[in-house]
């Protein structure tokens, strides 16, 4: 059994998505396996992809059709061998020592280890850059000194330490995360009807909870997601979709939906 999986679910950011893997290199080692999950691809991307030279072999499952964030993270669970299965983004460069931290976090316990997410912008010639030099300490420090917490990150600190598990259980996320892959699998992993944008990791992470595993947050496993354009329209409509179905799904319990609603409502108003 390996130590650990990177579970890495893609669709057609291959210029983010090698700048991640590029990030992984110096941390993957024979105890370390990278699943990228390629969720409805072009051949053109999975063309340039099998070109990219890298210090580690990837596994690689295809979707030809894109199947969803929830079908696609799965897929990667089912064939991960590691131990910790760690959720990683195609847009989010990890800290230099990001594994290692993961693994580290899941010592003396049942844990959901949630990390900090910082947000940085570049256009593409930087990023084509950035991966040609293989990221340098100088280049991580010009990409930690230009990013910025997520905001009212203060606000959000005091928020867990007055509301525990009811708040950390419903602002569970995936793009730098980690959990067991036996609790995984007990859970029965992320729902697949929540199809679309928001929710499966919220509803993921609720059922952790509830299954006795702990929800931790360690702001030092950083990684920093590199902003892209969005249609916002959509993911809001999608969102509200998918908040009414786990609303629904955890019908009975006040004090978490009463939670989600007011966290909802806070970021969609």
């Known amino acids: 059994m390996k ?14 998505l090698r700048l991640i893997l590029k990030a992984l290199e110096s941390q993957v080692d024979e105890t370390v396996e990278v699943i990228v999950i390629f969720d409805g691809c072009s051949e053109k991307v999975l063309c340039d992809f099998k070109k990219l030279k890298l210090g580690f072999e990837t596994i690689q499952i295809i979707h030809s059709e894109n199947v969803g964030r929830s079908k696609a993270r799965n897929s990667g ?6 131990e910790i299965v760690i959720f990683l983004d195609d847009d ?19 844990f ?16 084509e850059q950035f991966y040609l030099n293989g990221l340098t300490e100088s280049d991580y420090r010009r990409i930690d ?19 525990g598990q009811l708040i950390e259980r419903i602002t569970f996320s995936t793009g730098n995360s980690s959990a067991r892959r036996q609790d995984l699998i007990a859970v029965n992993m992320f729902d697949e009807n929540f199809t679309g944008w928001g929710l499966e990791d919220t509803d993921l992470g609720y059922r952790l909870g509830k299954s006795g595993v702990k929800i ?3 702001f030092s496993i950083v990684n920093y997601h590199l902003v892209h354009p969005v249609n916002k329209s959509q993911q809001s409509s999608e969102n509200q979709k998918n908040f009414e179905y786990f609303l629904r799904k955890i019908k009975g319990d006040k004090a978490s939906i009463w939670m989600a609603k007011f966290l909802n409502k806070l970021i969609y108003r």
């Open 3 to 16: 130590k650990a999986s990177i579970v890495i679910p893609t669709m057609n950011k291959l210029s983010r």
């Open 77 to 82: 669970i089912l064939k991960a061998s590691g």
């Open 92 to 110: 989010r460069i990890p800290c230099s020592d990001f594994i290692s931290k993961h693994v580290m976090s899941h010592k003396n316990g049942r």
């Open 112 to 127: 959901a280890i949630v990390g900090q997410r910082n947000n940085v912008e570049y256009p593409e010639e930087v990023l």
């Open 145 to 163: 000194g230009d990013s910025i917490p997520e905001p009212y990150e203060p606000a959000k600190k005091i928020a867990r330490l007055i509301f």
């Open 216 to 218: 931790k947050r360690n």
